[in-house]
């Protein structure tokens, strides 16, 4: 309950809606398998799923088994623990694959995000002739950013030149699908790469990938995507929409913690091409002779043959304990969850702008199919000590200058409980704060 009695005529409504809803959700139990962290007595709400996931409680067993097997056996581990070192990112591969809509063969744990988009634009982003151009989202996470004008530069081109971005129309704040694809179209020839987000970090957008990719080919260019905000959010069908490459981080929506080992996409069409460009390493020769210690590389097929080092094991080990709650949840029901969280979330915040007389605008599309659980909302006229008052009342959120919010309600382990709490604290502190 929050902590001072609400005057808000409708919280009573939502509290009610609320406990209505989580007790008839299937998926209820799962947020008992994760730490919640403390506000006080209470757990905090927790909406910042999008840029650390909540530990799994499964996590600490995983760990320390790891630890155990390699007091107990040193390098014997390798080939001794429960889970053989060796081959521990293989103990992700089917689950990721499920997540990612992908063939095992098509994923690999490996490295972290932006190491893994750079040695995917090595081997996709290959101009050559007239077709020089990379194509990103204006306002891209700057990660992706500086990996891509720094892949330009590497190129020798200048990124003035060669570094398309894609802005909205005016007064807009997202991409409309039918602009995506006459961009594309009018670069034709010009464009050798289009390496867009799935799910934009700022805005919540969900792209429409599948159009983005064959709107990409139909110019005769390779198409992939940063899934950092889109992997463990929204359904996924990389195979399907014949995606040539996409890379994610694992500490996100995938609750791998901290720093968690990152993964990556290569499609299928791509499993077997030795002469594709690309950074190797002995992770990435065949895995029957890797020790024996040749000196010509021979290639792993598939997105495995990518990999440069050996598995960082304790990088991993949580993530594998957030996986089998995937696994146990399924990507489709979570989405379902997620559907209605969210709108529950929407609709909330439209009451509380009506309420309060606070322009809420929310920078995320309304169509459902166009986002994941991620709402981004400008509290217009209002500052820092509105966001002192949420943190100060237990609500996690993610705040930008001037006044944007952006939360994220995951279905694994949020309640429509913690929405109608956080809208509660919400609706006082837009009374309250300047
Ligand atoms: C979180 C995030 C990153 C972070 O990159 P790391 O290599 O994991 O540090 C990069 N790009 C996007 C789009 C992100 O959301």
Not at 245 to 252: I, L, P, V
Request: proline share 6%.
């Amino acid at each position: 309950m929050p902590p001072v009695m609400p005057n808000w005529k409708e919280a009573e409504a939502f509290l009610n809606e609320a406990r209505q809803l989580d007790a008839a959700d299937p998926l209820a139990s799962f947020r008992d398998h994760f730490h919640v962290p403390p506000h006080g007595e209470n757990p905090a709400l927790y909406f910042t799923g999008n840029s650390l996931g909540l530990q799994p409680k499964g996590a600490a067993a995983v760990i320390q088994d790891e630890l155990d097997d390699w007091k107990k056996y040193g390098v014997e581990g390798h080939f001794q623990a429960k889970r053989p070192w060796v081959n521990y990112h293989a103990f992700a591969t089917d689950d990721l694959a499920a997540i990612v809509g992908a063939n095992p063969r098509e994923v690999v744990a490996m490295n972290a995000l932006t190491v893994n988009l750079h040695l995917l634009l090595v081997s996709f982003y290959r101009p050559a002739g007239r077709r020089t151009r990379l194509m990103i989202e204006k306002g891209a996470f700057p990660s992706d950013r500086y990996a891509a004008v720094s892949q330009l530069r590497m190129h020798g081109l200048d990124p003035e030149h060669h570094l398309i971005e894609l802005e909205p129309r005016p007064g807009e704040h997202t991409l409309r699908t039918e602009d995506i694809e006459a961009r594309i179209e009018q670069e034709g020839q010009h464009l050798a790469c289009v390496m867009l987000c799935g799910v934009q970090y700022y805005t919540g957008q969900w792209m429409p990938m599948a159009e983005i990719t064959a709107a990409a080919h139909a110019v005769g260019a390779t198409c992939g995507f940063d899934l950092a905000h889109a992997v463990g959010n929204v359904p996924l069908q990389l195979h399907n929409w014949d995606v040539d490459f996409a890379c994610w981080c694992g500490y996100k929506y995938l609750n791998g913690g901290p720093g968690c080992t990152a993964g990556a996409f290569v499609h299928d069409r791509h499993a077997n091409k030795p002469e594709l460009a690309r950074l190797e390493g002995w992770w990435g020769h065949a895995e029957s002779r890797r020790f024996l210690m040749e000196p010509d590389f021979d290639l792993m097929p598939g997105a495995e043959g990518w990999q440069t080092s050996n598995a960082p094991v304790f990088n991993m080990a949580a993530l594998l304990a957030s996986l089998a709650e995937f696994r146990a949840a399924g990507i489709d029901r979570l989405r379902t969850k997620s559907l209605a969280l969210t709108g529950f979330l929407e609709r909330g915040i439209h009451a509380v702008a009506k309420s309060s007389g606070v322009h809420l605008e929310i920078l995320t599309p309304s169509d459902p199919n166009a986002r994941g659980c991620q709402l981004s909302v400008v509290a217009h006229g209002k500052g820092k000590s509105l966001y002192n008052h949420l943190t100060e009342n237990g609500v996690i959120v993610d705040w930008r200058e001037p006044a944007v919010i952006r939360l994220a309600p995951v279905p694994l382990y949020n309640r429509f409980a913690d929405v109608a709490e956080f809208l509660i604290i919400l609706e006082q502190g837009l009374k309250e704060s300047k």
